[in-house]
């Protein structure tokens, strides 16, 4: 499984992105899909992850209520929605996939390259 990830990009604090994770290979619709995001100087964090038949999702306290994943697998896509968003959302954005329902980096095994949202206050 090969995942892309976009959307990212540069937006005022309180405003929207949606984020794009599109994968190539057929059993991507399997996965439970994953998106993490760096900051500058901090560790590698979980955000949300939606499992394979997209009916549970999980998301970070810190992003409850303001972030959406969802997936549309005849796309092979997951997709975040990120409403209201503050300047300590600002980092690299990544999906990965996982045969699990987990928030741990380390139990996905394949990675997207990330795409960069900037939050300005």
């Known amino acids: 499984v090969q995942l892309q990830a976009s959307g990212g990009g540069l937006v005022q604090a309180g405003g929207s992105l949606r984020l794009s994770c599109a994968a190539s290979g057929r059993t991507f619709s399997s996965y439970t899909v994953g998106w993490f995001r760096r900051a500058p100087g901090k560790e590698r964090e979980f955000v949300s992850r939606?499992?394979?038949?997209?009916?549970?999702?999980y998301y970070a306290d810190s992003v409850k209520g303001r972030f959406t994943i969802s997936r549309d697998n005849a796309k092979n896509t997951v997709y975040l929605q990120m409403n209201s968003l503050k300047p300590e959302d600002t980092a690299v954005y990544y999906c990965?996939?996982?045969?699990?329902?987990?928030?741990?980096?380390?139990?996905?095994?394949?990675w997207g390259q990330g795409t960069q949202v900037t939050v300005s206050s």
């Open positions: 990965a996939v996982t045969t699990h329902g987990s928030t741990l980096p380390g139990q996905y095994f394949y």
């Open positions: 939606i499992k394979s038949s997209g009916g549970s999702t």
